[in-house]
T-cell receptor
């Protein structure tokens, strides 16, 4: 049973480009959480999704950021018109139910904006 | 609102010495508490968690933590440090049955030979 898979592991984008980060949850998990880790900081909650639904996006910046978790395929975190401040590690976690005690984390995508 | 404070962004110990990483939390409801470890360029791995029941929680790799409600603390300990313990450790809190986990800023553990 593969763990939570995130790709790419490293992503470099120029300012103004779009970044797409993918997260495939563990088999049997229908709940996905995205977190952002800025340098020297802990993880900050961004968004919680179930299949085809956004449950809580209180941690998402109001502009340029969006997330989806379609019926088929991975969850996508999309950042439009990236800026240097978006450079961070983005982690995805998944759980079988909406219960954070059972969440498993992926290895993260490290986004660098140049 | 919930919050987590980890005392000391860097902790250095000698191999074989006691490891103590401090964590204090605030929560208006009974909390779930976690410790995660992050090795360089890796994701987070759950070390241990407290949900209900016994306040002394044992985790992987010889780590344990004690939930002290009166002190709002959840400090992580290991009797004897090993070189492989060098990593960053995150304390986290969530509401009972909740989905949003609040993480501390992390403590980087250095182990000297």
């Amino acid at each position: 049973n593969a763990g939570v898979m995130q790709n790419p592991r490293h992503l470099v984008r120029r300012r103004g480009q779009e970044a797409r980060l993918r997260c495939s949850p563990m088999k049997g998990h229908s709940h996905v959480y995205w977190y952002r880790q800025l340098p020297e900081e802990g993880l900050k909650f961004m968004v919680y999704l179930q299949k085809e639904n956004i449950i809580d996006e209180s941690g998402m910046p109001k502009e340029r950021f969006s997330a989806e978790f379609p019926k088929e395929g991975p969850s996508i975190l999309r950042i439009q018109q990236v800026v240097r401040g978006d450079s961070a590690a983005y982690f995805c976690a998944s759980s079988p139910q909406g219960e954070v005690t059972e969440a498993f984390f992926g290895q993260g995508t490290r986004l660098t904006v140049v | 609102a919930q919050s987590v404070t980890q005392l000391g962004s860097h902790v250095s110990v000698s191999e074989g010495a006691l490891v103590l990483l401090r964590c204090n939390y605030s929560s208006s409801v009974p909390p779930y508490l976690f410790w995660y470890v992050q090795y360089p360029n890796q994701g987070l791995q759950l070390l241990l968690k407290y949900t209900t029941g016994a306040t002394l929680v044992k985790g992987i790799n010889g780590f344990e933590a004690e939930f002290k409600k009166s002190e709002t603390s959840f400090h992580l300990t290991k009797p004897s440090a090993h070189m492989s313990d060098a990593a960053e450790y995150f304390c986290a809190v969530s509401e009972t049955g909740g989905f949003k986990t609040i993480f501390g800023a992390g403590t980087r553990l250095f182990v000297k030979a």
